[in-house]
């Protein structure tokens, strides 16, 4: 992997936990070019014609194998990229995702990436996806992911999705329908910071009987950032369905929150909780009662909160 | 040794200055357990946060083994080695069991969370890698409390009503362990109560009361002196019969 040079492999770790070429299945852009692809027997890569991106197929009852798809952004640059996902039936596979940006100027480094999921009949998808942004220069750094995801008849789809640091702009995008007995978990950790702007808007359509949906986001906002969450989630049959949106505001932060949900259906159970609040002062006197500083207590928290 | 000099707290309360505590002076010394014990709004909690910090006398000194602490931060008490129980824990969201106890126990401790949640009554394999939040009852919260105290080194401990919400089966565990902590360490304990089984504990009783010290005392003359105040109460609607609260009372008050 001679291409990925010390900031490459910073931001590698930073997005996908990897420190070396990761094993399995795996491809990883860089600027915009491929730097690297590997395949298994089970798990395969291959650039689409159309336009940029790749689609990963997966073979039905491929089992604890892993895909990891890194993009790293060391320039300024607009990069813009549709990925499709193909998770054959009664798979079991955790995709690694992730976009790390290093800016080292003054203009906008951007990623724009469209994942498309299928998880067909039975299958499990574990989907981790971590933002990174750094860089010296005042570019700002700006990711909109948009996920679609498919879960058919039994299958499952867990996604991680994690933005801690760095991202000045990102509108997130994530949609998900899911048909008989399919299940979704999503858990969302966002902190924002400086005048950072982040918006999570997540549609998901609970379309057949026995389905079911958690979704449990949770925010940090410091200084001047601003937050919007729009978490929306429809019941078409007899499903049940849980947001929990908790957001933690700071200094002269902004944060939003806008439930909705719908049922179609008198047999849908869904719920939908969203609290914005001040880290509990009692939390604090406590953990300083303990021997921490205010801002090592403040520190704990906020770790724990977003862990 | 822990004193109190004259220390008086008072509260805002709408832009007027309510007193709390008035006049405290009280000397505690290592190695004994005190507990502090009266009516409810009497000033206990307010006397035990007014040690840790949390809150600051408006008048008064309070020193630990002869050094002023009075206008010391919580954060420089706590490592002084004072600590307190709360008598309502808050809760952590992400945070773990073993993580916080950890972090109660500090850097180099050598505090071993499983022996401590065993001392606390609670199962290490069930109770370490859960999260302090919402789902934790009420007496299970009060016992990770209390274990958060024992992780430390302390030359004064305070707990505040630790025996709320413990059940009756953990209760003599509970005892054990205070008696426990008195024997293998110098520290004052300082355990506010309401339970005559606690009470029992002291090797002196505190009656707090009005926001002022009434009366120290031993724990054979207070107890002593509580059945008797049982014999002559009489019930809230005034009617005249009497008998001890909790034996044959004629009426149920
Ligand atoms: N911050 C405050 N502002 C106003 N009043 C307060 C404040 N804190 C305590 N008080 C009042 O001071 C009095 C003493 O309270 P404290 O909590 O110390 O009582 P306590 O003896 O611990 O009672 P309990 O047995 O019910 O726990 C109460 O009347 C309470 O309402
Ligand atoms: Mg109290």
């Not at chain 1, 609040?277 to 724990?304: F, N, P, R």
């Not at chain 2, 946060?49 to 206008?71: A, C, E, F, H, N």
Request: net charge negative; aromatic share 6%.
């Amino acid at each position: 992997m001679e291409t990925l040079n010390a900031i490459d492999k910073k931001l590698l770790y930073k997005v996908a936990g990897l420190h070396e070429i990761p094993q399995g299945a795996y491809n990883i852009r860089k600027n915009g070019q491929s730097a690297g692809r590997n395949t298994t027997a089970n798990i395969d890569i291959v650039t689409k014609e159309d336009r940029p991106g790749i689609n990963v197929i997966i073979r039905p009852g491929t089992k604890n194998e892993s895909v990891h798809i890194p993009v790293i952004l060391s320039q300024e640059m607009n990069d813009l990229v549709y990925n499709t996902f193909e998770v054959g039936e009664n798979a079991d596979v955790v995709i690694v995702a992730g976009c790390g940006v290093h800016n080292p100027g003054s203009r906008r480094a951007e990623h724009d990436g469209v994942h498309e999921f299928f998880v067909r009949r039975g299958a499990r998808m574990k989907y981790v996806e971590k933002h990174y942004g750094e860089g010296d220069g005042s570019g700002e750094r700006v990711l909109n992911p948009t996920t679609i995801i498919e879960i058919e008849e039994g299958g499952t789809a867990e996604l991680e999705m994690s933005q801690i640091r760095g991202i000045d702009s990102a509108k997130r995008d994530t949609r998900v329908r899911l048909h008989r007995g399919a299940k979704l978990i999503v858990s969302e950790r966002l902190l924002t910071y400086q005048e950072q702007f982040a918006e999570s808007n997540i549609t998901v359509e609970l379309l057949e009987e026995a389905s079911t949906a958690q979704i449990i986001s949770r925010s940090v906002a410091q200084d001047k950032s601003r937050q919007i969450f729009h978490l929306n989630m429809r019941g078409y049959a007899e499903c049940r369905g849980h947001i929990q949106c908790d957001s933690i505001i700071m200094h002269d932060a902004q944060v939003s929150s806008i439930p909705e949900i719908t049922a179609f259906h008198s047999d849908a159970q869904l719920i939908h909780e969203a609290a914005i609040g001040k880290i509990a002062s009692e939390q604090l006197v406590k953990l300083m009662c303990l021997g921490l500083t205010e801002k090592e207590a403040e520190e704990t928290i906020l770790q724990g909160f977003l862990a | 040794m822990l004193r109190l000099d004259r220390v008086s707290v008072t509260a805002e309360d709408g832009g007027v200055a309510v007193p709390i505590l008035k006049d405290v002076s009280l000397t505690l010394e290592d190695k004994k357990i005190y507990v502090m014990t009266g009516p409810n709004g009497g000033g206990k909690s307010t006397l035990a946060k007014t040690v840790m910090g949390i809150y600051k006398p408006s008048s008064g000194t309070i020193t630990l083994d002869g050094r002023d602490i009075t206008d010391m931060s919580i954060t420089e008490r706590a490592r002084l080695g004072i600590g307190y129980a709360f008598q309502t824990p808050p809760r952590f969201k992400g945070i773990k069991v073993r993580d916080y106890l950890k972090l109660a126990a500090g850097p180099d401790s050598r505090a071993d969370y499983c022996s401590l949640l065993y001392d606390v009554g609670l199962c290490a394999q069930d109770y370490a890698d859960r999260d302090i939040n919402a789902s934790f009852s009420g007496g299970e919260l009060k016992r990770i409390e209390i274990a958060s105290i024992l992780a430390r080194e302390l030359k004064v401990a305070l707990f505040d009503e630790p025996e709320a919400g413990i059940d009756l089966w953990s209760f003599q565990r509970l005892t054990e362990t205070f008696r426990a902590l008195n024997e293998k360490t110098d520290a004052t304990i300082i355990i506010i109560s309401h339970q005559e089984r606690i009470l029992r504990l002291a090797d002196q009783v505190i009656l707090v009361s009005g926001g002022t010290i009434e009366e120290i005392t031993t724990q054979e003359k207070f107890l002593g002196e509580l059945s008797k105040t049982d014999d002559a109460c009489r019930c809230r609607i005034g009617c005249l019969r009497e008998g001890p609260v909790n034996g044959n009372a004629q009426c149920d008050r």
